[in-house]
């Protein structure tokens, strides 16, 4: 498999053919714990580790049977109906040895396969499904759907639908507590205003018996990039890893761990309550970016991959509990804790109990246990890292994958990793992906320092910001290349080569829009058509126009101009603001510069009194609604 890579640098074309990748992100071992599954994420295959003799054993090759018909996507970019993508997104084992797969993106599907690689059956699955789960006794498989917001139960043998439960903002793993009586399900990014009290992502625990979300709890505030769930063997402890912005304060405060710390939270699996948070960073190193984490078979150590500093924590399991306890009786842990209010905040509270281990290659992303070895998946280097738990002085070995990994002609898959890297800023807190998930949002007002102290904004959506110059929510930046090179410098207080800074760019400009889960069959549905005259009518188009092209057909929806419209407060009363695309809005609340508005109905009617932002007023509620999806199927 090839792609063909178009960069545009200095507004040239620059076409290369780039080698394919595997892409390991996801795996499940096998319960004789011989076998491992890994999932070639933009390789359209399952690779089947051989873990005894470390080496691939065999791929199983997918095939999404769903077909997308003809709609708005495919009238844009040329084409008819085509064969959805088949690259798996999860991958389970049940304890009989099926294997479940999830992929295939808007037109997802599940597909159970025999331990011996027979495809059984194959199902829809909804918008981006992953993160399978198998019940205890292999007969409820739940599936989580990242962009339909919801767990999808199926039977196990027939793969029918049992039940949809939804849950909160982009579902992404998940993890069954103590006798599989309930599920608790990571949502990747926080499901409230940016000006709440408390701004947070939730884990949502659902009652498996009665097939419905018990409470969605809040982590810590400023929790987002919720990545990662794992059980202890007995279900009694849940692990939870996230990324913990300090939004609240400037980012001059990088320098003292203040901006993005990385947080491994912990929840009782028989209840479902929350327990506390502890940072996965040391004083003065971050360990940006946790991802993966999982437990022990003999429940000694908890493991967690740090996609961004590229190893793996080892953590002491009794020793961190028993932290975890004192600070609950009030008794003093560290000169920091001496309750358990205080954990969150403490970057020694994991010293001597856990061990940071260095891993060849960028991006660890997947983690399981087997045998006494932790394996963790390397997405840039497709390698597959080997380290034995028992010996602390044990180096990880890796597992080829694939080819040899030469990033040197690929500036686009260059881009992309060094914007997953936490190398790329002062004592390694961040990387741009911490506040850019796959380039898009993670719904927090940050206080950035290109103009002034003391008047956050939203982060941005990165799509089409190579063709909707300026950037930023004020245009305080006149283009992406310079947006990305002052990042850098203000943002992760780092010089880097200037060749970083053009994959930077190449990566950024690569990214392309997930169709939305507001269209039906990839068209308008009856009431976005409605919206979408309404939205002539109301004068949105005036400057949101869809007949303003990029320089490949994209439809920008933004006019490139600036505007007062009378919303800004505080210190940004009377400024002027930059018009933002609408392309891909449904995926980037809250919304305004500020994220005031929860939902796009709010943004019209309660945050436009004087319809400076269309004339929305004398709209009723179920022309709201109409304009409002018309705009969310962008």
């Known amino acids: 498999m090839k792609r063909v890579v178009a960069v545009f640098l200095a507004g040239v074309a620059v076409f290369a053919e780039a080698a394919s990748y595997v892409s390991p992100e996801c795996l499940a071992v096998t319960p004789d714990g011989q076998r491992a599954y ?7 295959r399952l690779l089947v580790m051989d873990l005894g003799r470390a080496k691939v054993a065999g791929e ?91 767990v999808r139960v199926f039977d196990a043998r027939t793969l029918s639908v049992k039940a949809t439960v939804p849950v909160l903002r982009e579902p992404f793993a998940a993890a069954l507590g103590a006798g599989g009586r309930l599920l608790f399900v990571a949502n990747l990014l926080p499901a409230c205003r940016a000006t709440d009290a408390v701004v947070a992502a939730s884990v949502s625990v659902i009652d498996t018996s009665a097939g419905h979300a018990v409470q969605h709890v809040l982590l810590p505030n400023g929790s987002t990039g919720v990545r990662g769930v794992g059980a202890s063997p007995d279900g009694k402890h849940i692990y939870v890893t996230h990324t913990f912005g300090r939004y609240q304060l400037p980012t001059t405060q990088l320098e003292r761990g203040w901006m993005n710390t990385a947080g491994l939270s912990v929840f009782n699996g028989e209840t479902g309550a929350y327990v506390n948070t502890a940072l996965l960073d040391d004083v003065d190193l971050g360990a940006a970016n946790p991802w993966g984490v ?9 493991v967690v991959a740090h996609a ?71 997405y840039f280097a497709d390698a597959l890292a080997a380290l034995p738990l028992g010996d602390a002085a044990a180096k990880p070995a890796a597992v080829a994958l694939g080819a040899p990994v030469d990033l040197g002609k690929d500036p686009v898959r260059r881009g992309e990793m060094l914007w997953n890297d936490g190398a790329m800023c002062f004592q390694h807190w961040q990387s ?39 950037t930023m929510v004020t245009g305080i930046r006149p283009d992406l290349q310079a947006c990305n090179r002052k990042g850098l410098t203000h943002i992760q207080f780092v010089v880097r080569p200037e060749e970083d800074a053009l994959c930077l760019d190449a990566y950024a400009m690569s990214l392309t829009p997930e169709v939305s889960p507001y269209r039906v069959n990839g068209a ?32 920008l929806f933004t006019n490139l101009k600036k505007f007062n419209l009378g919303l800004g407060v505080g210190n940004e009363e009377g400024r002027e603001f ?37 004339a929305t007023q004398k709209l009723d509620d179920g022309e709201i609604d109409a304009l409002a999806e018309f705009v969310l199927s962008l």
């Open 38 to 44: 890994v999932t070639s994420a933009t390789g359209g």
């Open 60 to 150: 199983w090759l997918l095939k999404n049977e769903t077909e997308r018909p003809r709609g708005f996507w495919s009238s844009l970019f040329g084409g008819g109906a085509t064969a959805g993508s088949a690259d798996p997104s999860g991958v389970a084992v049940a304890p009989d040895g099926t294997v479940f797969v999830t992929g295939g993106g808007a037109d997802g599907f599940v597909q159970r396969f025999a331990a011996d690689g027979t495809p059984v059956v194959q199902a829809a699955a909804g918008h981006t499904p992953l993160a399978p789960v198998v019940s205890p006794d292999g007969a409820t498989l739940y599936v989580l759907c990242r962009f339909d917001a919801c």
């Open 294 to 302: 999982a437990v022990s078979p003999d429940g000694k150590h908890v």
């Open 308 to 378: 961004g500093t590229r190893e793996l924590s080892v953590i002491d399991r009794a020793e961190f509990h028993a932290r975890l306890e004192k600070a609950a009786r009030n008794e003093k842990v560290t000169e920091v804790t001496k309750s358990a209010t205080d954990v969150p905040n403490d970057l020694s509270f994991l010293v001597t109990v856990r061990r940071r281990v260095k891993l060849d290659g960028d991006g660890p992303r997947g983690v399981a246990v087997a045998g006494g070895t932790v394996y963790t998946t390397v």
């Open 432 to 470: 741009c992906a911490s506040c850019h998930p796959d380039g898009r949002v993670d719904a927090l007002n940050w206080d950035l320092m290109n103009d002034g102290i003391g008047n956050p904004k939203q982060t941005k959506n990165m799509i089409y910001t190579h063709l909707t110059p300026p």
């Open 524 to 555: 308008l549905s009856a009431k976005a058509k409605q919206g979408e005259r309404l939205f002539k009518r109301a004068g949105c188009a005036e400057c949101h126009p869809g007949d303003k092209l990029g320089a490949h057909g994209e439809r």
């Open 578 to 614: 930059d018009t933002p695309t609408l392309v891909e809005v449904w995926r980037t609340a809250p919304y305004l510069y500020d994220g005031r508005a929860l939902t796009i109905q709010e943004l019209l009617k309660a945050c436009n009194p004087q319809d400076a932002h269309g």
